[in-house]
C-alpha cells in the first residue's frame, strides 16, 4: 500500500513528465520557501534515490517523515543573554563532572590505554569531550533525527546543509540496520554519546567493542573509539598538551593576547609569561597563542596547536579551554591559580549595539550579530589600544562607557556638519 508521500512522489514525476512545474531536483537552489512541506519530502525523496538510500528508507521512513514546528523554533532561538567566560566554565567544569570524569577514566581506564596507543589522544581528552557532551551518557537528546533533520532540510535558511546530513542519516540506517525510534538526539540532529552529526558518524565513528555494529547510542566503548578516531583525523599531535594557564607580569601587553597571534613560547618568555608556579614555560620553539577569556581580570591561558584540533570539533575558545580545563581536573590537576571574576552575562542586544558602534568608528569586528568572538575581541583590542584603556579585546563597563561615549560624540559632529 501506498502511504500519502509515495503518491504524492508519484504525481509529482508525472507532472515533471508534462512540464507544468518549476521545479526539479536538478535545481536545488530552487527557493525552499517556495516549497510545500510534502513536496519538499518528494524532492528530498528523489536526492536519496540519487544518494543511494534504499527504497525502504525512502518509502517508509522519508516518506512519513514530520514536519516539527519546534524545531523551526529552535533553530531560530537566539537567546538573550549570552554568557561571560567565568559563568560558561564554572557551569561546565564542576566537582560533580570531575568526580564522574575520574570515575569513568577508572572504569574503562585499560580500554583508554589501548586508544591512546593507536589514536595518540590521552584518555583524559576523550571522558573529557564525553562529559561535556552528554554528561557521560546520561543526556543525549530526545528528539526525532529524521524528523528534525527533514525538518531543517524543507527550512530556506540552511536547506542544503540538513539535506545533506539528512541524506548521510538515511544511509547510516541503512548501514547499521539502525530503527526510526535508535536514531533520537539533538533538535539540530547531533546524536550519541559523543554527539556526532551524521556526516561524522558515517565518517569517523568505529566499533570500538568489536560487536560488528557502531552505536554511539549504547556502547560506551564504540563513543570512546569513534572520539579518538575522529580527534586523530582531525590532527591531534599526540604527546602535546591542549594548552596551560599561565602568569602574566603586572605591565603585560594585552594588545599581544588574541587566538590569532601565534608566537613561540620563547617570545611569551621574554614577555615575561610563566607558568602558574613561577617556573620557566620551556620548549621556546613551541609555537603558541596567548588568550584571556575574561579580560585582564582573570586567567591568562597558552593556546597550543591541539586546542585548534579541540576547536575544529566545537567552534568555539570557551569550549576548547573547557575541554582542556577539565581533562586536566580529571587528571588530578589543581583549579585555576586565579579567580575567575564575577561578571554579569551581557544581552545580545547591548553586544550588538557595541559591535555597530565599533564599526562606525572604524574598528572591522565584522556582522554585527550580538557574538563575541575573535573579530569582536580585536576590534575591542584596537578601539583600547587608541583611547589607552587596558588592551585585552574585554567589553567591561569602562570600555562599553567609552565606546558609547566617542560613538555619541561623532554622531554629534556629523549632526552640527550637515549643511542647512
Same mark, same amino acid.
Given at each position: 500500500?501506498?502511504?500519502?508521500?509515495?503518491?504524492?512522489?508519484?504525481?509529482?514525476?508525472?507532472?515533471?513528465?508534462?512540464?507544468?512545474?518549476?521545479?526539479?531536483?536538478?535545481?536545488?537552489?530552487?527557493?525552499?520557501?517556495?516549497?510545500?512541506?510534502?513536496q519538499c519530502v518528494v524532492n528530498l525523496q528523489d536526492r536519496a534515490e540519487k544518494a543511494g538510500v534504499s527504497s525502504e528508507r525512502i518509502e517508509n521512513v522519508l516518506?512519513?517523515?514530520?514536519?516539527?514546528?519546534?524545531?523551526?523554533? =529552535?533553530?531560530?532561538?537566539?537567546?538573550?543573554?549570552?554568557?561571560?567566560?567565568?559563568?560558561?566554565?564554572?557551569? $561546565?567544569?564542576?566537582?560533580? $563532572?570531575?568526580?564522574?570524569?575520574?570515575?569513568?577514566?577508572?572504569?574503562? $581506564?585499560?580500554f583508554l590505554q589501548q586508544l591512546t596507543q593507536e589514536y595518540g589522544v590521552p584518555a583524559h581528552y576523550l571522558v573529557s569531550f564525553w562529559g561535556l557532551e552528554t554528561?557521560?551518557?546520561?543526556?543525549?537528546?530526545?528528539?526525532?533525527?529524521?524528523?528534525?533533520?527533514?525538518?531543517?532540510?524543507?527550512?530556506?535558511? !540552511?536547506?542544503?546543509?540538513?539535506?545533506?546530513?539528512?541524506?548521510? %542519516?538515511?544511509?547510516?540506517?541503512? $548501514?547499521?540496520?539502525?530503527?526510526?525510534?535508535?536514531?533520537?538526539?539533538?533538535?539540530?540532529?547531533?546524536?550519541?554519546?559523543?554527539?556526532?552529526?551524521?556526516?561524522?558518524?558515517? !565518517?569517523?565513528?568505529?566499533?570500538?567493542?568489536?560487536?560488528?555494529?557502531?552505536?554511539?547510542?549504547?556502547?560506551? /566503548?564504540?563513543?570512546?573509539?569513534?572520539?579518538?578516531?575522529?580527534?586523530?583525523?582531525?590532527?591531534?599531535?599526540?604527546?602535546?598538551?591542549?594548552?596551560?594557564?599561565?602568569?602574566?607580569?603586572?605591565?603585560?601587553?594585552?594588545?599581544? %593576547?588574541?587566538?590569532? @597571534?601565534? @608566537?613561540?613560547?620563547?617570545?611569551?618568555?621574554?614577555?615575561?609569561?610563566?607558568?602558574?608556579?613561577?617556573?620557566?614555560?620551556?620548549?621556546?620553539?613551541?609555537? +603558541?597563542?596567548? /588568550?584571556?577569556?575574561?579580560?585582564?581580570?582573570?586567567?591568562?591561558?597558552?593556546?597550543?596547536?591541539?586546542?585548534?584540533?579541540?576547536? !575544529?570539533?566545537?567552534?568555539?575558545?570557551? =569550549?576548547?579551554?573547557?575541554?582542556? =580545563?577539565?581533562?586536566?581536573?580529571?587528571?588530578?590537576?589543581?583549579?585555576?591559580?586565579?579567580?575567575?571574576?564575577?561578571?554579569?552575562? =551581557?544581552?545580545? +542586544?547591548?553586544?550588538?549595539?557595541?559591535?555597530?558602534?565599533?564599526?562606525?568608528?572604524?574598528?572591522?569586528?565584522?556582522? %554585527?550579530?550580538?557574538?563575541?568572538?575573535?573579530?569582536?575581541r580585536k576590534g575591542i583590542r584596537g578601539f583600547q589600544v587608541k583611547h589607552q584603556l587596558i588592551a585585552d579585546g574585554f567589553p567591561d563597563k569602562v570600555l562599553i562607557?567609552?565606546?558609547?561615549?566617542?560613538?555619541?560624540?561623532?554622531?554629534?559632529?556629523?549632526?552640527?556638519?550637515?549643511?542647512?
Amino acid at each position: 500500500m501506498l502511504n500519502l508521500f509515495s503518491f504524492i512522489r508519484l504525481a509529482t514525476v508525472s507532472t515533471l513528465l508534462m512540464g507544468s512545474t518549476h521545479f526539479s531536483h536538478a535545481d536545488e537552489q530552487a527557493p525552499t520557501e517556495q516549497i510545500a512541506f510534502p513536496q519538499c519530502v518528494v524532492n528530498l525523496q528523489d536526492r536519496a534515490e540519487k544518494a543511494g538510500v534504499s527504497s525502504e528508507r525512502i518509502e517508509n521512513v522519508l516518506g512519513n517523515a514530520k514536519h516539527l514546528d519546534k524545531i523551526i523554533s =529552535y533553530d531560530r532561538n537566539q537567546p538573550e543573554f549570552v554568557k561571560t567566560f567565568p559563568n560558561y566554565l564554572n557551569k $561546565r567544569v564542576n566537582d560533580w $563532572r570531575v568526580n564522574k570524569g575520574r570515575e569513568m577514566l577508572n572504569k574503562h $581506564r585499560a580500554f583508554l590505554q589501548q586508544l591512546t596507543q593507536e589514536y595518540g589522544v590521552p584518555a583524559h581528552y576523550l571522558v573529557s569531550f564525553w562529559g561535556l557532551e552528554t554528561n557521560f551518557g546520561s543526556y543525549k537528546g530526545k528528539m526525532p533525527i529524521i524528523d528534525s533533520l527533514v525538518t531543517l532540510a524543507c527550512d530556506p535558511r !540552511r536547506s542544503e546543509f540538513f539535506s545533506k546530513e539528512l541524506m548521510q %542519516a538515511l544511509l547510516l540506517m541503512d $548501514r547499521e540496520d539502525f530503527e526510526v525510534d535508535t536514531m533520537v538526539g539533538s533538535w539540530a540532529g547531533a546524536m550519541g554519546h559523543t554527539q556526532f552529526m551524521p556526516s561524522a558518524y558515517m !565518517r569517523y565513528a568505529i566499533d570500538g567493542d568489536k560487536d560488528g555494529r557502531v552505536d554511539l547510542w549504547n556502547s560506551e /566503548l564504540d563513543a570512546l573509539a569513534s572520539a579518538a578516531n575522529f580527534l586523530n583525523q582531525l590532527g591531534w599531535v599526540p604527546g602535546f598538551r591542549w594548552g596551560r594557564e599561565v602568569s602574566l607580569p603586572e605591565a603585560f601587553e594585552y594588545e599581544l %593576547a588574541g587566538k590569532d @597571534q601565534l @608566537q613561540k613560547l620563547a617570545y611569551w618568555s621574554d614577555k615575561g609569561v610563566t607558568k602558574t608556579n613561577g617556573s620557566n614555560l620551556g620548549a621556546p620553539e613551541l609555537e +603558541a597563542s596567548l /588568550l584571556v577569556p575574561a579580560g585582564h581580570k582573570g586567567p591568562a591561558f597558552l593556546a597550543y596547536r591541539n586546542f585548534d584540533i579541540i576547536m !575544529r570539533w566545537n567552534n568555539s575558545e570557551f =569550549y576548547a579551554i573547557a575541554v582542556g =580545563y577539565l581533562a586536566d581536573r580529571i587528571l588530578g590537576q589543581a583549579p585555576l591559580s586565579k579567580k575567575l571574576p564575577a561578571l554579569e552575562d =551581557y544581552s545580545v +542586544a547591548d553586544m550588538q549595539k557595541l559591535q555597530e558602534s565599533l564599526n562606525t568608528l572604524g574598528f572591522d569586528v565584522g556582522e %554585527a550579530d550580538g557574538i563575541l568572538g575573535p573579530a569582536t575581541r580585536k576590534g575591542i583590542r584596537g578601539f583600547q589600544v587608541k583611547h589607552q584603556l587596558i588592551a585585552d579585546g574585554f567589553p567591561d563597563k569602562v570600555l562599553i562607557d567609552t565606546v558609547a561615549e566617542v560613538a555619541a560624540k561623532m554622531d554629534e559632529q556629523e549632526t552640527v556638519s550637515e549643511p542647512l
